[in-house]
């Protein structure tokens, strides 16, 4: 990108770089099963995908939960999560082609994800792609995970980019919305919920299949304003199980 200054791409982590919703539902119902729960595991993802563990659980229980058995249940949903996710790991098609076109085109490039530190090296590890990523920043980094602005916002800031110059890459509502409240925009990957469940992203995709930075600055030409965060939509989408 020479004689221009950087933009930056900002990556989710589950449902961006790999395709597990299922897999995370999976582990959710099991659970809930377990605890004698009986919502919907993938119903309650459409929704809340993109929160912390202990966030999603804390909105699932009528009652109030103590915040460290809140953590141990979502501990226990971790480890059913990696246990049938194991032999499963593998990007979402045509990814590490388009980190490596992102690097050589200029482009700074971040991961801003719900997960810990010992997840993220669980997946960007396993596929050997943390090379590719100039900030990793996980929920031990912000305050508030999303919907909240915190995560992109931090990782904008670590990349030293400002956040009109940052393009999200989401699977979740509530991590569109935070890329809106961040004051960035947003290209939707459709892993996890229907493409016109998404507010108002620049592009929803399937994967990263023949898709080029170029095409990404085309999109930041066609799309020059960032989207407002929807009120209306995180009401309806985020508070109600």
Same mark, same amino acid.
């Given at each position: 990108?020479?004689?221009?200054? +950087?933009?930056? $791409? ?26 004698? $729960? ?5 119903? %309650? ?8 563990? &202990?966030?999603? %659980?804390?909105?699932?229980?009528? &009652?109030?939960? +103590? ?6 249940? @979502? ?7 990696? &246990? ?53 920043? &996980? ?23 400002? +956040? ?8 979740? %509502?509530?991590?569109?919305?935070? @890329?809106?409240? @961040? ?5 939707? %990957? ?26 990404? $600055? ?24």
């Amino acid at each position: 990108m020479p004689n221009a200054a +950087p933009y930056a $791409l900002i990556f989710d982590m589950d449902g961006v770089l790999i395709d597990n919703t299922d897999y995370q539902a999976r582990a959710f119902q099991l659970l809930f099963r377990d605890l004698g $729960l009986t919502t919907n595991a993938r119903r %309650l993802l459409e929704r809340l995908n993109g929160m912390p563990a &202990t966030k999603i %659980l804390e909105i699932v229980f009528s &009652t109030d939960v +103590p915040k460290k058995k809140l953590t141990t249940y @979502a501990d226990q949903r971790e480890f059913l999560y990696r &246990t049938i996710y194991w032999d499963k790991r593998k990007e979402v098609a045509g990814l590490t082609e388009f980190l490596r076109a992102a690097r050589a085109a200029g482009f700074k490039i971040g991961l801003g994800t719900g997960s810990g530190n010992d997840t993220i090296g669980y997946i960007i590890d396993h596929l050997d792609i943390r090379q590719y990523f100039d900030v990793v920043i &996980t929920k031990d980094d912000v305050d508030k995970g999303k919907p909240h602005a915190d995560t992109y916002t931090v990782t904008a800031r670590e990349l030293g980019i400002p +956040p009109e110059r940052c393009v999200v890459f989401e699977d979740a %509502l509530v991590g569109e919305q935070a @890329a809106y409240k @961040a004051g960035m925009r947003c290209i939707g %990957l459709s892993t996890s919920v229907k493409p016109d469940k998404f507010q108002a992203p620049m592009l929803v995709m399937k994967d990263f299949t023949a898709f080029t930075p170029q095409k990404v $600055l085309d999109l930041l030409e066609q799309y020059p304003e960032t989207p407002k965060p929807s009120k209306e939509m995180a009401k309806r989408q985020y508070m109600h199980v």
